[in-house]
Nanobody, 127 residues
Framework: VQLQASGGGLVQAGDSLRLSCRASGITFSSYNMAWFRQAPGKEREFQAVISGRGGSTYYADSVKGRFTISRDNAKSTVYLQMNSLKPEDTAVYYC?????????????????????WGQGTQVTVSS
């Protein structure tokens, strides 16, 4: 199983970035996919999760209205569109997969609930 995250970079406050995470080795549509972030000295923090078929999403309050999670199951890829970036969004961003063979969407926020992780991509927002 491999989750390959990309798209990070150095941007200015107010700019936008789109992160991508391509999965291999799993039946992609059977997994809820999420994005977390971890700033230096802080714990890994949930950002957003999307259901296996993409019909449902759930966001952390801190990014609601600024970040949008989406997925393309044909490409086994999940995205995180980040708008109106702030310096406090600076962190390493990780994608994660949670096996979820359920009819009902069950968003999970604890990092320990996720089975597979990508390697992380650095996002730095300057003021």
């Amino acid at each position: 199983v491999q989750l390959q995250a990309s798209g990070g970079g150095l941007v200015q406050a107010g700019d936008s970035l789109r992160l991508s995470c391509r999965a291999s080795g799993i039946t992609f549509s059977s997994y809820n996919m999420a994005w977390f972030r971890q700033a230096p000295g802080k714990e890994r923090e949930f950002q957003a999760v999307i259901s296996g078929r993409g019909g449902s999403t759930y966001y952390a309050d801190s990014v609601k209205g600024r970040f949008t999670i989406s997925r393309d199951n044909a490409k086994s890829t999940v995205y995180l569109q980040m708008n109106s970036l702030k310096p406090e969004d600076t962190a390493v961003y990780y994608c994660a997969a949670d096996w979820a063979p359920y009819v009902t969407f069950r968003p999970s926020t604890p990092a320990d609930d996720y089975h597979y992780w990508g390697q992380g991509t650095q996002v730095t927002v300057s003021s």
